[in-house]
């Protein structure tokens, strides 16, 4: 099992930046993708982005492309969310999720059903 903790949310003006930050606990981080999702006040969870266990492979939802960038490190045991240019519409709680899955396709345009392990979440608030 893998426990994920989500860090570095906040309140950001409209154009501005954030990164989020998701630690996991264990020895074999390296062998999970991660994802990160997010879902806003009276709407469905929705995913944000995705990368593969070493990082070779990245997926995006086109409401982000372009403005975030998903990394990772394995020797930290932490999955990054870098996002650029928010809009008002990216406020949500942002979640962390990971899975041991290496099916790349249902990985990458998964509805959070293909992940089993979920942080807690950390609030983004975009300020017009």
């Known amino acids: 099992q893998v426990q994920l903790v989500e860090s570095g949310g906040g309140l950001v003006q409209a154009g501005g930046s954030l990164r989020l930050s998701c630690a996991a606990s264990g020895r074999t981080f390296s062998l999970y993708a991660m994802a990160w999702f997010r879902q806003a006040p009276g709407k469905e969870r929705e995913f944000v982005g995705c990368?593969?266990?070493?990082?070779?492979?990245?997926n995006y939802a086109d409401s982000v492309k372009g403005r975030f960038t998903i990394s990772r490190d394995n020797a930290k045991n932490t999955v990054y969310l870098q996002m650029n240019s928010l809009e008002s519409e990216d406020t949500a709680v942002y979640y962390c999720?990971?899975?041991?899955?290496?099916?790349?396709?249902?990985?990458?345009?998964?509805?959070?059903?293909?992940?089993?392990?979920w942080g807690q979440g950390t609030q983004v608030t975009v300020s017009s």
């Open positions: 999720a990971a899975d041991l899955s290496t099916k790349w396709s249902a990985l990458a345009r998964s509805n959070g059903n293909e992940y089993a392990y």
């Open positions: 990368i593969s266990q070493y990082g070779v492979r990245t």
